[in-house]
């Protein structure tokens, strides 16, 4: 039992660049969430799925696209990437809130980009 | 909308001693779930605790505790008798919970680095 796994680890990009970020979870988890952790601010919710083939904005979602084609997999993208978006990103899947006590988010290791 | 408020960013104690990490939240939801989170300097992210709107018992875990006040909005996290094992960043988040699809969303605080000292 993996949890969630994130790939790559670790990325350098130029800017103007693109990648898609690949996040995979083996708990049948319904939902799954893309944030991203920059200094002094926490974590921030960029974008969420509720289930396969849906996705949603959270509050950073500006530059960025994701795709849940599959419910084990959450893409993040970034079509044209910007000094703005080095940071260090993380994915998290969980049951539904009303899953009583099991709706915690489980994370991934994280992802580590930078744009230069 | 949810806020989650971690006044305190750093923290430095010499081992043993006891510290409170402080959290204030505030929601117009009656009903919802509190979370802190551990962050090791190895990065990943640890769940440490849950705990509903409508539970307000303390809990006690080992070392750990959490004392839930709804009536001030808040949810303080204390470590008794701190080891150096415990240096790490501790976040706080609410998470909305009506059924919508769109929700179970997490607002994080802005963390609190914590450093014990040997």
């Known amino acids: 039992n993996a949890g969630v796994t994130q790939t790559p680890k670790f990325r350098v990009l130029k800017t103007g660049q693109s990648m898609t970020l690949l996040c995979a979870q083996d708990?049948?988890?319904?939902?799954m969430y893309w944030y991203r952790q920059d200094p002094g601010m926490g974590l921030r919710l960029i974008h969420y799925?509720?289930?396969?083939?849906?996705?949603a904005k959270g509050e950073v979602p500006d530059g960025y696209n994701v795709s849940r084609l599959k419910k084990q997999n959450f893409l993040l993208g970034l079509e044209s990437a910007a000094p703005s978006q080095t940071s260090v990103y993380f994915c998290?899947?969980?049951?539904?809130?009303?899953?009583?006590?099991?709706?915690?988010?489980?994370f991934g290791p994280g992802t580590r980009l930078t744009v230069l | 909308a949810q806020k989650v408020t971690q006044a305190q960013t750093e923290i430095s104690v010499v081992e043993k001693e006891d510290v409170t990490l402080d959290c204030v939240y505030e929601?117009?939801?009656?009903?919802?779930?509190l979370f802190w989170y551990k962050q090791p300097p190895s990065g990943e992210l640890v769940f440490l605790i849950r705990?509903?709107?409508?539970?307000?018992q303390n809990e006690i875990s080992g070392r750990y505790s959490w004392n839930f006040q709804k009536s001030t909005s808040s949810f303080n996290f204390t470590i008794t008798a701190s080891q150096v094992v415990d240096s790490a960043v501790y976040f706080c988040?609410?998470?909305?919970?009506?059924?919508?699809?769109?929700?179970?969303?997490?607002?994080f605080g802005k963390g609190i680095t914590l450093s014990v000292r040997p």
């Open positions: 705990r509903n709107s409508f539970d307000e």
């Open positions: 929601t117009r939801d009656t009903t919802y779930y």
């Open positions: 799925s509720v289930g396969e083939g849906t996705t």
């Open positions: 708990m049948n988890h319904e939902y």
């Open positions: 998290a899947s969980s049951y539904p809130p009303l899953a009583g006590p099991f709706n915690e988010q489980f």
């Open positions: 988040a609410l998470s909305e919970t009506s059924y919508t699809g769109a929700n179970s969303k997490l607002t």
